[in-house]
């Protein structure tokens, strides 16, 4: 987006639509939010959502749509067999990427389940930058494992480093050396990393990394579900390519992998997914699993109207002004915290703002979810929800231990189009407030912890009366009321 420039001051973030359609906000008093909050078990994903004020769980499936989005589902064709919805939408995707063979899913993890199900198998491997919680577990119940290579200083909380998405190479040699390249699955980038921040891969990188598949004949596969920040980083921050498109870059990205898959509730603003398999036997060969585990093979388990909306977002996503919005509120909130002292993961990443939980509170153990504790604590202080990304969100090792995250955050997502710059102000705001109380702040621990995914729907408890006592401290400074 073209900086715009200001008469009295410096550039800050802009909106570059209007708001047509709200939705009214409730802000709880403080007392009421520790009582919703203890019923929830500390887990933010079992908030009901009348109850929070600012939703940063997520930016899945709750962007706002754009008047072409909403009009274009009018025309939805609801036909079983052969819609031509079905047609429009992979028509668009053929124009973007090159590849017209769809296979249609009901979300993102439909297709890392599909994708799974055709390629691993016991022991085989799948090489990753990073995993995502539901492309792991996917392959782990299949009884194969998942490498994640990349580079060390990926990992490194507060950084300069442009794309520290991008995966060793050296590991990723190492790796097929040790495997052999018939033991590994598919390699699997994920073009905007969700959990060590939404931070990018560069175009070189991915270009690297899939030759050197390519020259072992290891599958590639590009997970595009956050693609859309991940574009706008490349043309900002990637030398080489900032005189060309969106839609050039995204082609030129494309033509590396035989398979792209997606979840359009992030890409394309809307609610699905899908897979494109460049190779027309392996198209085919996959195509059964869609009419067993999704629906008939032209909607995929999606409504036709999501399914129309997503065609007019994938075409929004090739446009500069609206894929700008989020990475540019997001690098505006990590700025202000980080020069408030508040550690931040840096640089902003796409997806949304991440605190370093791990920072904050370095007195509360890993055992007890630094970042667990520290997602509640911020519901507690200003009604603001966002997601525990550290070990609650890992699996135990098999013998019952904590796999200890590499990265223990908070995040704070932007959902696209959603929030506007004074909501942002009022959430730096309370995370600040937060940070100079961090003292109060305990840890926390499971009374129902469920054996898969166990973020979602675990309850934890306080380990001491620590949220009772940031309420107070809360009510304190900003009144009963707040
Ligand atoms: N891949 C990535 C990179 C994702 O971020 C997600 C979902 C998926 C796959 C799975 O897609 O939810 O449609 O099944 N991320 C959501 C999030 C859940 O909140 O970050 P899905």
Known sequence: ???????????????????????????????????????????????????????????????????????????????????????????????????????????????????????????SCVIMNYHFTTSKAHVTTLGGRVEELVKDEGLIEKSTLPFKGDIDLNKVKACIEKEGAENIAYMRLEAGTNLIGGQPISYANMKEATELAKSHGIVTVLDASLLQDNLYFIKVREESMKDKSIREITRMIADLFDIIYFSARKFGFSRGGGILVRDEQMFHDMEDYITMYEGFLTYGGMSVKEMEAMTIGFEETMDFDVISQGPQFIQHCVDVLDAYGVPMITPGGGLGAHINAREVLSHVPSEQYPSGALVAALYICGGIRGMERGTLSEERNPDGSERIASVEMVRLAFPRRVFTLSQTEYVIDRVKWLYDHRHLVGGLRFVHEPKTLRFFTGRLEPVSDWPEKLAAAYAADFGEDQ
């Open 1 to 123: 987006m073209p900086e715009i420039k200001f008469y009295k001051h410096d550039p800050i973030p802009m909106e570059m639509h209007k708001v047509k359609i709200v939705q009214k906000l409730n802000l709880l008093p403080v007392k009421d939010r520790l009582a919703k909050m203890s019923e929830a078990g500390f887990n933010t994903f079992l908030l009901h959502n009348g109850d929070i004020f600012m939703d940063m769980l997520t930016d899945s499936g709750v962007n706002a749509m754009s008047d072409e989005m909403q009009s274009a589902m009018l025309r939805a064709d609801d036909a079983y067999a052969g819609s031509e919805t079905f047609y429009r939408m992979r028509d668009k995707l053929e124009e973007i990427f090159g590849i017209g063979n769809l296979l249609p899913t009901h979300q993102g993890r439909a297709c890392e389940h599909i994708i799974a199900r055709h390629f691993v198998k016991p022991d």
